[in-house]
């Protein structure tokens, strides 16, 4: 609503320009008009969100059918060697691997669990025990020392040290058999320890230096200025940080020692050491193999290690991504 006044020539407007509108800031708090600002458009759902349209996703056939294809891969040896583990020997010997048992059984399980084989489990994890510890003992230290120091010897050593990744076992074990009979090892436990912890060492010095290196630096400035020592921020600060790192080479190393072959063939030969792979042999006679008690036997010894990876499989896929991201 304007208002004016008579003047001599008639009436005069006095409402305020469009220009002589204040524009200032109102102060936050202020009634008023409120800004009109633009915003974002809300999803149908009402929740803020837009939603990205999935018509322009495609569906790759070629990764599907290379899934479905390792699936049977996998599944069809698991399956045959389930199924003829519950088979009589002839059913096993003439009847069709993938026709399921017509008479399944349980008498190649009592066999091998009476022939000794918990004994031969026993040192098996006993082996996978002494070997992960050994590997975490030294792999920890060093992985740290190389991410920490930055002078050019411990560089080299480093790399001569990493020159084990690629030295077969089979090209040392004449040595290492001469090595274990020097020192009264021979037929031992220890025998087959020693050589597994020292050739699981090198990836998992590899694995822990590509984990460590991700700990920010001011981390350790901030302990240093706490008058910490080299030993406190590891053991404090690197090992707490470096736990699915250490997850994923504890479990390397249990796998390495559990499957491990060529040390106990070689470095072993009484019935007292024998472990678990060398144990399958005992269901091999001269005249022919006890095939349904020798599947038995592998389906058993599978167990403990599927339920190792079942609890620490989130651990294991963590520590290796992070380790080759680097």
């Known amino acids: 609503m304007t208002t004016g006044t008579t003047g001599p020539t008639g009436p005069t407007s006095t409402a305020p320009a469009a220009a002589d509108v204040d524009k200032s800031p109102r102060p936050p708090g202020s009634r008023g008009r409120p800004d009109r600002t633009p915003r974002a458009p809300r999803g149908r759902g009402g929740g ?10 495609r569906v790759n056939p070629f990764a599907g059918a290379g899934s479905l294809i390792w699936l049977v891969v996998v599944l069809v040896p698991v399956y045959t060697m389930l199924s003829a583990s519950l088979m009589k020997q002839d059913q096993a010997l003439t009847g069709n691997p ?3 048992p017509s008479n ?4 190649n399980y009592n066999t091998v669990l009476n022939s000794g ?3 031969l489990i026993g040192n098996t994890a006993l082996v996978a025990v002494a070997v992960v510890a050994l590997v975490l003992a030294f792999s920890v230290p060093i992985a740290y020392v190389a991410v920490r120091t930055r002078d050019r010897w411990s560089g080299l050593a480093f790399r001569v040290f990493l ?5 077969p ?6 040595p290492l058999y001469l090595i274990i009979g020097e020192l009264g090892l021979y037929d031992t436990l220890l025998a087959v320890i020693l050589p597994t ?5 090198p990836v998992a010095v590899i694995v822990l230096t590509g984990t460590m290196r991700d700990i920010s630096e001011e981390l350790y400035e901030a302990m240093a200025l706490d008058g910490a020592s080299p030993m406190r921020m590891m053991l404090q600060l690197t090992v707490p940080l470096s736990r699915a790192g250490i997850s994923t080479v504890a479990i390397f190393a249990a796998l390495q020692a559990w499957n491990g072959f060529i040390f106990p063939l070689i470095l072993t030969q009484s019935e007292g050491p024998r472990v678990l792979t060398l144990g399958l042999f005992t269901f091999m006679g001269q005249f022919g193999i006890n095939i349904p008690a020798l599947l038995a036997a592998v389906v058993l010894s599978g167990v403990p290690i599927f339920a190792v990876y079942l609890v620490a499989r989130r651990a294991l896929i963590n520590g290796l991504m992070g380790a080759g991201g680097k």
Not at 163 to 167: D, R, S, W, Y
Not at 169 to 174: L, R
């Open 163 to 167: 020159l084990g990744v690629a030295i």
């Open 197 to 201: 912890a020292a050739f699981a060492m």
């Open 117 to 119: 084989f918990p004994r």
């Open 48 to 57: 803020g969100r837009t939603r990205r349209p999935l018509l322009g996703r």
């Open 98 to 100: 993938l026709a399921p």
């Open 104 to 107: 399944p059984t349980l008498d």
């Open 169 to 174: 076992a089979q090209a040392v074990v004449v």
